[in-house]
């Protein structure tokens, strides 16, 4: 069990969200059934996470008096995390680009570790999902 932090439950959606529509904006074809495409796995891989998760309320109270929570994660948020890799890969080698698998597995690692991670120039358009 791991501590839900304001950052991930607040700021990662709201920065993915403003991210992902300046992005579309942005595109030069339009690249809608791409966003189409993102937003339906997206919300599979989230079905899949969130079926799995466990959430327990401690008792104990945070600094600002707020209930505290663990979340376990389980083997459904695994599955998640990979079909979202994967659709990352795929997208990234039908665009042309050449990807280093482990060197993309090690980053989505620490990424998913280290959720400051995600605001790097390293980290891939796919935390939209």
């Known amino acids: 069990m791991e501590k839900i932090s304001r950052w991930e439950a607040l ?9 992902g529509v300046r992005t579309l904006l942005e595109a030069h074809p339009p690249v809608i059934w ?8 997206g919300l599979l891989a989230a079905v899949i996470q ?21 979340l376990r994660r ?6 998640g995390w990979v079909l979202i890799f994967a ?3 795929a997208m990234a080698m039908m665009f042309g680009d050449h990807v280093n698998l482990v060197r993309e597995i ?22 939209y999902l």
């Open 11 to 19: 700021v990662v959606p709201i920065y993915s969200l403003v991210m």
């Open 34 to 41: 791409i966003a189409v495409t993102a937003v339906v796995v």
């Open 50 to 70: 969130a079926s799995g998760a466990q959430l327990q309320v401690t008792g104990e109270r945070d600094r600002h008096d707020r209930p505290r929570a663990l």
């Open 74 to 79: 389980g083997g459904r948020y695994l599955i």
């Open 87 to 89: 659709y990352g890969i």
């Open 106 to 127: 090690g980053l989505e690692i620490a990424k998913d570790l280290f959720s400051f991670r995600n605001f790097t120039t390293a980290a891939s358009w796919n935390i």
